[in-house]
């Protein structure tokens, strides 16, 4: 009951937090009739599964031998939402300050490299990074982050030379990232997630917002039906070319993604393929992480205890995937994803591949490692990009 923790934005705090800290010190001298129910406490990504769970009626998808279906309903039902065609309407470019507190130009050769920010799908902000002073049409390359609740897509994690943006655009591609719901410049959105979407999800959300951003990069430059806002000006995109890459969640959510929308020629999924039926560790939180936890498939949670009774698992993702182009990088010291759970998994998927006489197209890279996304793992991405 002594202990609370205060939320705020980023940034230097101003007079009304300052004196929030003297209230605190005055309830604890007993200097004041403040109580400690004055200092609510508010846990942006608190997700109480039980209360979820109870107002839920749709538990079964309605075609559990079609994996697809399965999938989806996992997902849940995508709402209709508000659409911002991707023009320069509210983008990160407008304020600087959001720019610096999230350090979207860290690690980037701005002498080499252009980023601009865009706007998106229900109003998402993103940036892309291409070659300064590039044309194209380039081939193109949707970033989806990790766990990286304070940073988003810009790395404030591990030791690397330069972003991953900006390398791959030095490399001559264009790059699109943004901040899923939870994180980086989208914390906060989701605390009322399961509020307002009580049948959708979280992996959900960011599939459809992965899709947003593929319609930015296909269907034209952003410009609003009445000319209100400008169109943004980037390079041409070639659009057999356009590949998803993700590290940890985003590794996860590519799968998911690719195996959606058929306009990807490709993913790379880095420490991101779990495996659903084997998630049973106590040490990692088991099923319960993805349920709960991290609040990305609630209706995970309807299997606990149960696992084997999962509708569909990673395999059958993976396999909506082929023939395209697919890179999974399974470190053996992983202690999120069991090395051998995962090349199980990819191994039961493989037929999908052979049958359609793409067999070469699946590769799988298990690496002595521990899980993470630097250097070495660029070159690994690239390496396997450059030979396709």
């Given at each position: 009951?002594?202990?609370?923790?205060?939320?705020?934005?980023?940034?230097?705090?101003?007079?009304?937090?300052?004196?929030?800290?003297?209230?605190?010190?005055?309830?604890?001298?007993?200097?004041?009739?403040?109580?400690?129910?004055?200092?609510?406490?508010?846990?942006?990504?608190?997700?109480?599964?039980?209360?979820?769970?109870?107002?839920?009626?749709d538990r079964i998808p309605p075609n559990q031998q079609d994996k697809l279906v399965a999938i989806k309903w996992m997902l849940g039902t995508t709402p209709a939402t508000g659409i911002s065609p991707g023009g320069n309407y509210e983008t990160d470019d407008d304020?600087?300050?959001?720019?610096?507190?999230?350090?979207?130009?860290?690690?980037?050769?701005?002498?080499?490299?252009?980023?601009?920010?865009?706007?998106?799908?229900?109003?998402?902000?993103?940036?892309?990074?291409?070659?300064?002073?590039?044309?194209?049409?380039?081939?193109?390359?949707?970033?989806?982050?990790?766990?990286?609740?304070?940073?988003?897509?810009?790395?404030?994690?591990?030791?690397?030379?330069?972003?991953?943006?900006?390398?791959?655009?030095?490399?001559?591609?264009?790059?699109?990232?943004?901040?899923?719901?939870?994180?980086?410049?989208?914390?906060?959105?989701?605390?009322?997630?399961?509020?307002?979407?009580?049948?959708?999800s979280r992996m959900g959300k960011a599939v459809s917002d992965i899709m947003s951003s593929i319609d930015f990069l296909t269907m034209g430059d952003g410009h609003f039906p009445d000319g209100g806002y400008d169109p943004i000006s980037r390079p041409k995109i070639?659009?057999?070319?356009?590949?998803?890459?993700?590290?940890?969640?985003?590794?996860?959510?590519?799968?998911?993604?690719?195996?959606?929308?058929?306009?990807?020629?490709?993913?790379?999924?880095?420490?991101?393929?779990?495996?659903?039926?084997?998630?049973?560790?106590?040490?990692?939180?088991?099923?319960?992480?993805?349920?709960?936890?991290?609040?990305?498939?609630?209706?995970?949670?309807?299997?606990?205890?149960?696992?084997?009774?999962?509708?569909?698992?990673?395999?059958?993702?993976?396999?909506?995937?082929?023939?395209?182009?697919?890179?999974?990088?399974?470190?053996?010291?992983?202690?999120?994803?069991?090395?051998?759970?995962?090349?199980?998994?990819?191994?039961?998927?493989?037929?999908?591949?052979?049958?359609?006489?793409?067999?070469?197209?699946?590769?799988?890279?298990s690496l002595d490692e521990i899980n993470k996304f630097e250097d070495p793992e660029y070159q690994i991405f690239f390496g396997w990009l450059k030979n396709l």
């Amino acid at each position: 009951d002594n202990l609370r923790t205060s939320w705020r934005w980023g940034d230097h705090h101003g007079a009304v937090s300052i004196e929030t800290y003297m209230d605190w010190f005055d309830l604890a001298f007993g200097r004041s009739k403040i109580s400690i129910d004055d200092f609510p406490e508010v846990f942006i990504n608190y997700f109480d599964w039980k209360a979820w769970n109870a107002t839920q009626t749709d538990r079964i998808p309605p075609n559990q031998q079609d994996k697809l279906v399965a999938i989806k309903w996992m997902l849940g039902t995508t709402p209709a939402t508000g659409i911002s065609p991707g023009g320069n309407y509210e983008t990160d470019d407008d304020w600087p300050y959001i720019l610096d507190l999230f350090q979207r130009d860290a690690h980037v050769d701005l002498t080499k490299v252009s980023r601009k920010g865009i706007n998106f799908g229900n109003y998402v902000w993103g940036d892309i990074y291409y070659p300064k002073g590039a044309v194209g049409p380039l081939p193109a390359i949707i970033f989806v982050h990790p766990w990286s609740y304070w940073h988003g897509f810009t790395q404030g994690y591990g030791t690397f030379s330069q972003s991953i943006c900006s390398f791959l655009a030095e490399q001559g591609f264009l790059v699109l990232a943004f901040d899923h719901v939870g994180f980086g410049m989208r914390l906060s959105d989701a605390r009322n997630f399961y509020k307002r979407y009580p049948t959708w999800s979280r992996m959900g959300k960011a599939v459809s917002d992965i899709m947003s951003s593929i319609d930015f990069l296909t269907m034209g430059d952003g410009h609003f039906p009445d000319g209100g806002y400008d169109p943004i000006s980037r390079p041409k995109i070639n659009q057999q070319k356009i590949y998803c890459l993700g590290y940890a969640f985003g590794g996860s959510a590519c799968l998911y993604a690719t195996a959606l929308d058929s306009r990807l020629a490709g993913v790379a999924s880095f420490s991101g393929l779990s495996p659903l039926r084997q998630d049973n560790h106590l040490s990692t939180g088991g099923l319960q992480r993805w349920y709960e936890w991290y609040a990305l498939l609630p209706r995970l949670g309807f299997y606990q205890s149960k696992q084997q009774e999962i509708p569909y698992d990673m395999e059958d993702v993976l396999s909506l995937i082929a023939p395209r182009q697919t890179l999974i990088v399974s470190p053996t010291r992983d202690r999120e994803n069991n090395i051998t759970y995962v090349t199980s998994c990819v191994n039961s998927a493989r037929p999908a591949w052979e049958k359609l006489n793409a067999a070469k197209n699946l590769t799988q890279i298990s690496l002595d490692e521990i899980n993470k996304f630097e250097d070495p793992e660029y070159q690994i991405f690239f390496g396997w990009l450059k030979n396709l």
